[in-house]
């Protein structure tokens, strides 16, 4: 079971690194990858909440260094509009996707019926590729939160919750009972609200995954935006 | 583009024209029923060239005047015979809707309710008259039709849907049945209490319902999840069923299991948010539900899309919308407590209906429902998707009335 777990972790850091990779990938990849993240997360995790605690270790995150050497000439604030659009362009890719359960069964299911797994399984997606773009504007911004790796994603998810830039004088959060009860509150409400959110674009009757992909765009774009905003201004107290 | 009229005919052409005015005043006086004795609205009515009248509800008080006030709660558009025949109660408003090309806009609720609001003289038995109840505590709003003492059918819509998704069936069955057609708790104009909408609550729903309207035992006609509280009712209740019908049921999934825990994790309070999705979007999704969408006339789609938009802007409603397709999927297959081991102890005479272009509940099932319920009936009806009372109503109507009948 250890080992099969392991294999599970293993193949879980996989996914998420590609689902929320800058490349191009082909819609049924990226519908096969979020109907494996789905596979992979149904029954270990007994609320949404506590799914995405279990993906975000998971996210690759590029430190300043990195980003800095993948785009030599762009200045700090242009580079956070790179990772904007591309976040924006790969959630926009995941909205659009739709059917990923054609690509784990055999014949299509009725879309409608399955919408439910389709808006879980999106929505941990997102939430991934997120919190990755999250964590590259902190690393950017040089706003990165001292801690292992568990920690500092427990802390971008609490600025992905929040809407907010980390603060850096504040106390950092953690997994396992660093997160505060107020945060877990914060998370889990912003989890619904953003499911629900995916929800509408397959009500009623799956009219398309062009909704969906819309949605996602203008959700990451504004997020990103707000935490770019609050890390450009030094000092700002999330 | 329409010629303009000499003189002689545009007065022939408005001497035909009913007095509606006079017809309009003699309803209101009358007053509302019970149906519409909370409802504060407005309703248009249109016809072309005759005018247009607003009637106002105002806690329990009804006044009419002329003309169209802006953003009324619905619009009622019809040719000024069509709509003197429903107001003297010749036709009902549901027939004009389906067979004269009465359209509504807006609140269907609300246009279905005022259908007999005004009835108090003596109009067809078969004209369906909307009534509310207190079920389970829940305000339950129904259309009745045909007589007291005939046997009662009771039909039942599917997800996302209303009452009004079985117009088709009622005045057809209404001629020697008593049918009873209920928005479901979650949907329609019934109030959305905070269930889980799993197959058996709703059938408790139901048997309550039954004893309310004193409709026991009933014979059942249910579409999509209907038909699948009807299975229900027929499988905890039987003794309170004497048929059913089942038109496109949705039965728990056979396969796709694997996802299951991953839908556990999305609650029922999802759904905050409220739908940003357009009247087109709405109209092209109802589409889909169709073999050829085109049968239907525009206006129907229009009606449905507005309805369902209506329902949504609700949380409460949209909570339970999204509620019961979560349950349709993470309903027990298998298992004691599972729907294809439990299908088999079925005893009502059953009939199944399928549409061969169904996209949502694929006519597939069928050999697993024949293997699991070896006496009942089943038909698959070519070239229809999901719903096949609007799609082939002639065909829907006599195949249920055959098999109540035999």
Partial sequence: MQADDRGDRTELSTVVSRLADDEPLDRSTRARLVGRLAVLMA??????YDAVLEVAPHVPIRDRETLRAHHRNLDDDDLAQVLIANATRVTGAIGAAGGLLSTVEMA?????????????????????????????????????????????????????????????????????????GAARRELRQRLLRRAGRNLTTVVPFLAGAVAGAALNQRETRRLGERIAADLRRPGTRG | MALPLPAAATARRLSAVPNLDALFSARVRQGVGAALADENARVVFSAPPAG????????????????????????????????????????????????????????????????????VGPRPPTHPVARVRNVLGIRTAYLEAGPRDAPPVILLHGLGATNASMLPLIEGLAQDHRVLAPDFPGFGASDAPRWHYRPNELATWLYAFQREVKAMPAALVGNSLGGRVAI?????????VTKLVLLC????????????????????????????????????????????????????????????????????????????????????AFGKEGFWDRLPTMSVPSLFIWGDRDRLVPASFERHIVAAVPDAQSVVLHDCGHVPQFEHPQRTNELTREFLDA
């Fill in chain 2, 232 to 240: 229900e009712a027929g499988l905890s209740h039987p003794s309170s």
């Fill in chain 2, 249 to 332: 049921p949705s039965p728990a999934f056979r396969r796709m299991r694997q996802f299951v825990p991953l839908v556990k994790l999305l609650p029922p309070d999802a759904v905050i948010a409220r739908l940003p999705v357009g009247h087109r979007a709405v109209v092209a999704g109802i589409r889909t539900m169709f073999s050829k969408p085109d049968r239907l006339p525009r206006p129907w789609y229009d009606a449905a899309a507005d309805e369902h938009a209506r329902v949504m802007r609700d949380y409460r409603h949209r909570r339970a919308f999204f509620a019961a397709l979560r349950q349709i999927y993470l309903e027990e």
């Fill in chain 2, 52 to 119: 247009s009248w607003t009637v106002h509800f105002h806690e329990g008080r009804v006044r009419l005047s002329r003309g169209a006030v802006s953003h009324p709660d619905a619009i009622v558009t019809a040719e000024p015979a069509t709509l003197a025949a429903v107001l003297e109660g010749r036709i009902s408003g549901i027939e004009a809707f389906l067979d004269h090309g009465l359209t509504v806009r807006g609140n269907l609720a609300l246009a279905l309710q005022m259908d007999g609001a005004f009835d």
């Fill in chain 1, 108 to 180: 299509a299911p009725p879309a409608l019926l399955t919408a439910p797994v389709q808006v879980a399984a999106e929505t941990l997606a997102v939430v991934a590729v997120e919190l990755k773009l999250v964590a590259e504007l902190h690393e950017l911004y040089g706003r990165a939160p001292a801690g292992t790796p568990a920690v500092r994603a427990a802390s971008y998810l609490g600025a992905w919750a929040r809407r907010r830039g980390l603060d850096p004088f504040a106390a950092g959060g953690g997994i396992g009972g660093v997160i505060s």
């Fill in chain 1, 43 to 48: 029954g270990r995790s007994r609320r949404l």
